[in-house]
């Protein structure tokens, strides 16, 4: 990075489209950093976009990967939670309702029957007749509310046990969560040193053999570091 860039990364002007340096095998340029993408994201207005290779994102709790993690396995449990009580209320109610619609089939059944035989002893009477056929077009309504009372509540068991995989989902997500924290306490463990950081000697500004002589002196990236940490 050129001086002239890092004062607008200070600034944070970086309204106007960077091009990034494009490595071919014959010239390389190490201190260039380029992914392969056209745009460069504004410090001022910033937006995650994996087509933005620059800046990266701003450590804010929302771009905390183990936070957000933690947060969606706590709030996909919940929601879990209440859908599987939803589910089981909407099971016990259609159970309680097939007792009473057993009791109503019973009864249009015994009255369909008597009217057959009022019928069969009375065939000049035709009311008997008209009144049976209303009775069992009740009962086949009966039935049907019956069969769909049934339906539901198998599918409602079924949908409770389909309600496994958030927990299975819950357990992959912890597990990358206890591999990254892993991981993170295994960088921190390679990178201490017995020295403290303020006991440090600070780094030399230009070093023998550097190719790039405009480089940023200390105050600088102190002031880029507290940039990001504001953003």
Known sequence: MTQEELDRLMSGDFDDEIEPTVETNDTRNTNTIND???????????????????????PLTENKVV???D??????EEKATQIFDMLEHISNDSMEAETPMGQITDT???V???????SEKFPNLEVFKSENEKVQN????????NTRLSNIG??????????????????????VINIMRALSNYMNKLFEGKIDDEKRVSSAKHIHGDENNDVADDDDIEALIAAFGQK
Not at 39 to 54: G, H, M, Q, R, V
């Open 36 to 58: 392969g993408f056209d745009e460069i994201a504004s410090l001022n207005n910033y937006d995650l976009s994996p087509t933005k290779s620059w800046p990266p994102p701003p």
């Open 67 to 69: 936070h957000q993690l």
């Open 71 to 76: 947060d969606v396995t706590k709030e996909s």
């Open 108 to 110: 249009l059944s015994s």
């Open 112 to 118: 369909s029957d008597l009217l057959l035989k009022l």
């Open 138 to 145: 009740a009962l086949a309504s009966a039935e049907d509310v």
């Open 154 to 175: 198998m599918n409602t068991l079924s949908a409770m046990d389909m309600m496994q995989y958030q927990d299975i989902h819950r357990q992959k997500i912890e597990r």
